[in-house]
């Protein structure tokens, strides 16, 4: 990282007043730089269904694979609408990803668990989201959202999966904004048991 970046998302991430459009418009190693000076929320900040909002990908291919994986509402996804988080414990907790389907309606599914750990990106504590806590597909590539708090009701996110050679993939950058109500659960709980 050049000193001026990092000067750069120091100024930004103490003197901007942050919107979901405002942090969408950086280039993704400025949002990486920044998800690096963020804390993370309190354990029991993240209560209830919060929107979601995806970065830009940096290519036309890597936008198209984003929108056949996210926003496609005949998928067996959905469209992605966002997270719901409920603590279970005061060090645990679950959630799902909420999405429109092609009849308007919204399922619940692709859970997770959640707990404070330490980021795969830099080591600093960070609210992680791992969905091999249940069986699911994301559960299979040991996807884990990480989220630190960019101002009140708002948080950047990165994503990554387990690579082949025990490593992880690259990030994937999104915000969270809310939250926007309670907590509805997951569809089918059955569906998805815990691993």
């Given at each position: 990282m050049r000193a001026g970046s990092a000067v750069r998302c120091a100024v930004l991430s103490v003197e901007t007043e942050w919107t979901v459009e405002r942090a969408l418009a950086l280039g993704k190693d400025e949002q990486l730089q920044l998800f690096a000076t963020l804390p993370p929320p309190a354990f029991l900040e993240l209560t209830g269904e919060y929107r979601g909002h995806a970065s830009t990908p940096r290519s036309a291919k890597a936008a198209a694979a984003q929108?056949?994986?996210l926003f496609d509402e005949s998928s067996p996804f959905g469209f992605w609408l966002g997270k719901g988080f409920k603590a279970t414990s005061a060090s645990e907790g679950e959630g799902y990803n909420h999405c429109r389907k092609t009849d308007c309606r919204v399922v619940r599914h692709l859970r997770f668990g959640t707990?404070?750990?330490s980021s795969y990106l830099d080591g600093k504590p960070a609210?992680?989201?791992?969905?091999a806590s249940f069986a699911n597909r994301s559960g299979a590539e040991?996807?884990?959202d990480e989220v630190r708090r960019l101002a009140s009701g708002l948080y950047l996110?990165?994503?990554t999966t387990r690579t082949p050679d025990g490593g992880r993939s690259r990030p994937t950058i999104f915000l969270l904004?809310?939250?926007l109500g309670d907590w509805i659960g997951p569809?089918?709980?059955n569906r998805e048991?815990?691993?």
């Open positions: 929108d056949d994986s707990r404070m750990g609210f992680l989201l791992s969905y040991d996807l884990t996110c990165t994503a904004s809310g939250p569809d089918d709980p048991r815990k691993s």
